[in-house]
């Protein structure tokens, strides 16, 4: 049975402009219609794996109509983003309680939804563009949701820096358009392997990268993530961190290095220094934090790295030519960690929420001995933490087992170096927040809280069960089916415009 | 040289967004940027002495049944105007956006300098 593909925008931009009808006393109602649509999208992105298709919008035929393309990259894209947004929503039924107007938020929620999932989907440079658009400006929205002196001052910071990187995004496609005269990805593709890249494409290259790195806060462009992460209601602090800087930058940067623009030695090296650099300086500015999200928040930095530091190293090993297996390694390690992370980053911000929910805080100083009134939160953050650490059976181990292997096999030693050491900073963070957050003595006026109840802990716990769980995505049945489509889009490299014009 | 023009203008906005101080002027300064991007891609497809690209009866060589050769070599290209629309609505957008963050902000902090608005740090 084949998927239609317009239904994974369709659903979310629906939903989400019947959801303010609901007004302040369908508020239930509301949030059942938000959480039936989550789930759906769960298991239609779980129905997609190993699927390929093209569909063209209202049948115009490409290149002169806009399509949507399937392919392994996407529809792991397409898994994470619904997996992560299903538990958010989940948790937001009970923890947006204590704002007003949750109507809009389920909304905006799941404007955000449709547009990344539309970015995961788009096979036109300005379709992507669009996408991208709305998913920013929903998150925009939402960073500001609360409406204090932070959070407004946290959007206006996210929201020059993200409006600056998507006039950069839309100069580059203009570049492009100018240069191929093309919009659709393969086609533009095909131009450019015919021609060459000119000094034209070049420049548009580097704004794809200046722009996607401004969405995916790489480090020289990192300025606003750590002010806007924890700024949002916590479960959109788990979309942003744990998902939208991934789709937005890193997915969509990828698919231009690799299968638009083709990959070269410079780019994929660009790739490694920038992530080598967000790794190192994210970890080192975490671990001065004492600000339970803000740590959390430095910490996607330095873990958003990994993700690129594996694809650039892939890239490099592609455009080198000295073994393709190596490469599909280190895309495999950059992939899985992708997934990984999005899993137990969004469970760590969920446990945040869940503490702050309960105490009222979120400095770590004022908090201490909460294993014994938090026992659930307790368990699933100390899951997540060895998840991101990378202590043996969790998630995180094997991806990052994964990358130092791929780096040792490129003879690269001290990138394998780097990679152990990060991990070991990750190691203090993540001790840190268990000793001043769990452990140690209970504060006088914290006596009287209690355990969060109902759809949070389901959340929580579904998120700590798929961290347990994902080291068992490498076992070969299931890694044929979910990673390896993925890394052999990437890997493919511009023959993605063959597969794109022959599946047609 | 009305490229370079157009570059100038996008650096212009961009000096304005990275160095002024005033909220609303750095709000300005991103509308420039977008503006210049957006006049960008109306010169690609511009084309002097260019007619619209519609085809009617008209445009057929009676002959041969075919699209006269006059109008493939004068009409312009009317992608970049259907792009132009779309992001001219975005950016209209994300300026309402931006606009209304502003409006709260003055409201929360009682200015626009955003060098007193700072409560974040680290």
Redesign the interface.
Known sequence: MSIPLPVFIAIPLVTAFVLPVFGKKGKDAATVLANVATISLLVLAVASIGKSAVYEIGKWSIPLGIDLVLDGLSSLMLLAISVVSAAAMLFSARYMEQYTAKAKYLSLFLLMVAGMNGVALSGDI?NLF?FL?IAS?AS??LV?FG????E??????Y??LG??G??FI??A??LV??NTGA?NMAYVSEAIQSSGLNAGLAFALALFVVGFGLKAALVPFHAWL??AHP?APAPISAMLSGILIKTLGIYALARMVFNVFGVSVSIGWLLVVLGLLSMVAGAFLAI??W?FK?LLAYSSISQIGYVVLGIGLGATLIARGTNLAWASLAILGGLFHLLNHAVYKSLLFLTSGSVQMSTGTRQLKQMGGLAEKLPVTRTTCTVASASIVGIPPFSGFWSKLILVWAAVQAQLYWVAAIIVFVSLCTLIMYLKVQRYVFLGELPENLQQIKENRGSMLVAMVFLACLCALMGLLLVPGLKENILDPAVQALTTGVKYSDAVIGMR | MPYALCFLLFMIGLYCAVVKKNMVKIVIGIMVMEYAVNLFLIMLGFRSGGAAPIIDKGQFEAATGQIAAGFVNSSVDPLPQALVLTAIVISLGSLALMISICIRTYEKYGTFDITQIRRLKG
């Open positions: 300005f669009v658009e400006l925009y929205a500001g409406c204090e002196h932070e407004l001052e946290a959007s206006f910071k929201m020059v409006s600056i998507s006039v839309l100069f496609v203009a358009y100018g919009l750590p002010d700024s001065g934090q600000d803000r």
